[in-house]
């Protein structure tokens, strides 16, 4: 999943930073502007990854109730659960301020890193916890889908924070009388 997410992530980065053009397909019509673009790329994938990473939490913490709600196709959903969460955090981090100061290399290495550090750090958090709280699946259920929100929203109050200091910190460009 990483080396999907960072080719996405590098594709979409040279799409923003104007490196690379969408093929013309004006003949047909462009069903997407730049700026829907980017809002898709930086507002609704990062949403749905926010879920994601929630109804994985699942996964990790109720097995058997997600095995039994999804069948045959647990891993697949589980995967693709991963798979979102990771493009989510991925493209949320790569347009954050502070990291969108950066040349496009060093945005991808950042957000792929913060994406896996927080995805699979989570993940073990959950399953260290799974041995510790009752087998209640409706608690571990809950308990996963509130650490998760818990842990989303504290991540962006910290992201929120930084991007502020650095903003705060940027030297005013010297005004001409």
Request: glycine share 6%; net charge positive; charged share 15%.
């Given at each position: 999943?990483a080396i999907?997410m960072?080719?996405l992530?590098v594709f979409?980065?040279?799409?923003?930073?104007?490196?690379?053009?969408?093929?013309?397909i004006n003949a047909?019509?462009n069903?997407?502007?730049e700026?829907?673009l980017e809002?898709?790329?930086?507002h609704?994938?990062?949403?749905?990854g926010?879920?994601?990473?929630?109804?994985f939490?699942t996964?990790?913490?109720?097995?058997k109730?997600?095995?039994?709600?999804?069948?045959s196709r647990?891993l697949?959903v589980?995967?693709c659960?991963?798979?979102?969460s990771?493009?989510g955090?991925?493209?949320?981090?790569?347009n954050?301020?502070t990291?969108?100061?950066?040349?496009?290399?060093?945005?991808?290495?950042?957000?792929?890193?913060?994406?896996?550090?927080?995805?699979?750090?989570?993940i073990?958090?959950?399953a260290?916890?799974?041995e510790?709280?009752p087998?209640?699946?409706v608690?571990?259920?809950?308990f996963?889908i509130?650490s998760?929100?818990?842990?989303l929203?504290v991540?962006?109050?910290?992201?929120d924070?930084v991007d502020a200091?650095?903003?705060?910190s940027?030297?005013?460009?010297?005004q001409k009388?």
């Amino acid at each position: 999943p990483a080396i999907i997410m960072a080719a996405l992530v590098v594709f979409v980065g040279d799409l923003v930073t104007r490196k690379r053009q969408l093929p013309n397909i004006n003949a047909i019509g462009n069903p997407f502007s730049e700026q829907q673009l980017e809002r898709f790329c930086f507002h609704h994938v990062p949403v749905v990854g926010a879920l994601s990473y929630s109804a994985f939490s699942t996964n990790i913490l109720a097995y058997k109730a997600f095995d039994e709600l999804f069948t045959s196709r647990h891993l697949v959903v589980a995967n693709c659960l991963l798979l979102n969460s990771h493009l989510g955090v991925g493209l949320y981090l790569f347009n954050t301020p502070t990291i969108r100061a950066a040349n496009t290399r060093w945005r991808v290495m950042w957000s792929v890193y913060g994406s896996a550090m927080f995805n699979f750090g989570s993940i073990l958090l959950w399953a260290t916890v799974k041995e510790i709280i009752p087998e209640n699946a409706v608690f571990r259920v809950g308990f996963g889908i509130l650490s998760s929100l818990c842990f989303l929203v504290v991540g962006k109050k910290y992201l929120d924070h930084v991007d502020a200091k650095v903003v705060k910190s940027k030297p005013k460009s010297p005004q001409k009388s």
